[in-house]
DNA sequence: ATGTCTTTGTGAACGCGTGCACAAAGATGG
DNA sequence: CCATCTTTGTGCACGCGTTCACAAAGACAT
């Protein structure tokens, strides 16, 4: 998962949670799976497992949708794919450009569920003037000159931000500008946009933090009970690694070059 | 921001809210930031403004954490770098594996914020015979034979997983019975793991499934009050897309070759 | 030393999200 | 047509997270 939740205040779109909306195209996934293979019904119980939440939660997300399944049977797999689909606006296809075409923004360019998804790119966009013209995925790069030209030609309003941190904001203002209502941005950057525009961040920095935080807490609990033996083995090593840091001046307050920094490069991408 | 939030239920770990460790990487990011220009101390006001967050909520995130600001002057920041820092456990190094070296795995390789912020890439793994040896990012990839091996000789406790959806799971299995407790899933399935293990999901699909949703809203409250003018130039064209799709059959169950599949390609990944 | 001014730290209220548990709905078999 | 059994849809309670608003703490000037 992801982090960055720079949402509006939480409008309540129509009804729907938020939380239930971010769990739709969980359910939207498995239920897809099933009807791979033919399956014609599932009940709340088999597709909250296959969607690996709750099922009294699935049948509340479903029940903001409106009263799709049949009691005693379940639902109806088709039926519950193309309701869901078009709720999530799926039905119809958003045209999506990618800005920053380094070693993220070609995973991305490359990724096969654009298409079939409801998606697609419309534009790879960079600002290295060497990768104009130049093919990838299939698409020919373009400068990001033509970046208002692009958004405005093919009516994109999805704009997804995979440049170095430094860039973004601009990026964003620019996309802002040009129409873009919603962007994904993959820089470590938090983004400043008008009321109305919708950001969504992915940051592997982040995410790592947050793992290494639980893993340290997970060391700890079993090295803080006074010499517990170690529970599990493979663990030994990483909380040998536990050891108490130097204490920093609490009153140095000068100059510092602090850490090594990285708010430069974008959350997935060399330097 | 990504999704998926496969956590256990919430056992507030040392007293530190969930939410507040979320936002911890973010307040550290403006902290270095802030750091590089060698500003001694920041306001709460300021920090927020900085992280894209209330003050309110960073005031009492850090209270969970300790009393480390001045009253009447702020935060000292090279202090409240380490203090974060040393809460989320980066003040050692933790060695992370990267399973599945295409372009999306070589991407998160390149990614420099690895060694500065606390992670180093003690290795590349790959099923594919022909990538064993090659160089990416200056590792040489190793094969999956050796999967076992490496996450025990290296005390690995984070891993990486990029494969396609298929190998996912049983990539994750492999590396929670080698030791690994924490996992950073970039494939897009639901990975099921032993109670003590963390799994955080990052997936480009529901990221872009999510602001499609909101996309179609913005449209849908600029058409549906009969012909109001269309607010921003921009969004006419969407909405006018906004059309709508032919309903199904309620009751046609039978077999069913849904839309395009895509479950088969990890969240960020040409196929 | 005293007063003023800034900024933190937190008590309390509120709202959202989750999960339990059950009644209602419908299918199915006799 | 009735009884039974399965599964949905939801009322309700609980807990987490957010936000407001303010008292306490300290810096700073006089």
């Given at each position: 998962?992801?982090?960055?939740?720079?949402?509006?205040?939480?409008?309540?779109?129509?009804?729907?949670p938020?939380?239930t909306?971010?769990?739709?195209?969980l359910?939207?996934?498995?239920?897809?799976a099933l009807s791979?293979?033919?399956?014609?019904?599932?009940?709340?119980?088999?597709?909250?497992?296959a969607?690996?939440?709750?099922?009294?939660?699935l049948?509340?997300?479903f029940?903001?949708?409106?009263?799709?399944?049949?009691?005693?049977?379940?639902y109806?797999?088709?039926?519950?794919v193309?309701?869901?689909?078009?709720?999530l606006g799926?039905?119809?296809d958003?045209?999506v450009?990618?800005?920053?075409i380094?070693n993220?923004?070609?995973?991305?360019a490359?990724?096969?569920g654009?298409a079939?998804?409801?998606?697609?790119?419309?534009a790879?966009?960079?600002?290295?003037?060497?990768?104009?013209g130049?093919?990838?995925?299939?698409?020919?790069v373009?400068?990001t000159?033509?970046l208002?030209?692009?958004i405005?030609?093919?009516?994109?309003?999805?704009?997804?931000?995979a440049t170095?941190?430094g860039a973004?904001?601009?990026?964003?203002d620019r996309?802002?500008n040009?129409g873009?209502t919603?962007i994904?941005?993959?820089?470590?950057?938090?983004?400043?946009?008008?009321e109305?525009?919708d950001?969504?961040?992915?940051?592997?920095s982040?995410?790592?933090?947050?793992?290494?935080?639980?893993?340290?807490?997970?060391a700890?609990?079993?090295?803080?009970?006074?010499?517990?033996?170690?529970?599990a083995?493979?663990t030994?090593?990483?909380?040998?690694?536990?050891?108490t840091?130097?204490p920093?001046?609490?009153?140095?307050?000068?100059?510092?070059g602090g850490?090594?920094?990285?708010g430069?490069?974008?959350?997935?991408?060399?330097?």
């Amino acid at each position: 998962m992801a982090t960055g939740r720079t949402h509006r205040p939480a409008t309540r779109s129509r009804g729907i949670p938020e939380a239930t909306v971010a769990r739709l195209p969980l359910y939207l996934r498995a239920l897809t799976a099933l009807s791979e293979r033919s399956v014609p019904t599932v009940s709340s119980e088999e597709l909250a497992a296959a969607a690996g939440v709750n099922s009294a939660k699935l049948r509340k997300d479903f029940s903001y949708l409106g009263s799709y399944g049949t009691r005693g049977v379940g639902y109806d797999v088709e039926y519950l794919v193309y309701q869901i689909s078009r709720e999530l606006g799926l039905t119809q296809d958003w045209p999506v450009v990618i800005v920053g075409i380094g070693n993220l923004g070609a995973a991305l360019a490359n990724y096969g569920g654009f298409a079939s998804r409801g998606f697609r790119v419309a534009a790879l966009i960079d600002a290295d003037p060497a990768m104009a013209g130049k093919p990838v995925a299939g698409l020919p790069v373009r400068h990001t000159d033509e970046l208002e030209a692009i958004i405005s030609d093919n009516g994109v309003s999805i704009g997804v931000i995979a440049t170095p941190a430094g860039a973004a904001q601009q990026v964003c203002d620019r996309l802002v500008n040009a129409g873009v209502t919603s962007i994904l941005n993959f820089a470590p950057t938090v983004l400043t946009v008008p009321e109305g525009v919708d950001v969504r961040k992915v940051d592997l920095s982040i995410e790592l933090q947050i793992l290494a935080f639980h893993e340290q807490r997970k060391a700890g609990e079993d090295a803080d009970p006074a010499a517990s033996a170690a529970a599990a083995a493979a663990t030994s090593a990483a909380a040998a690694a536990v050891a108490t840091p130097p204490p920093v001046a609490r009153t140095a307050t000068g100059a510092g070059g602090g850490k090594g920094p990285d708010g430069d490069v974008p959350a997935v991408m060399p330097a």
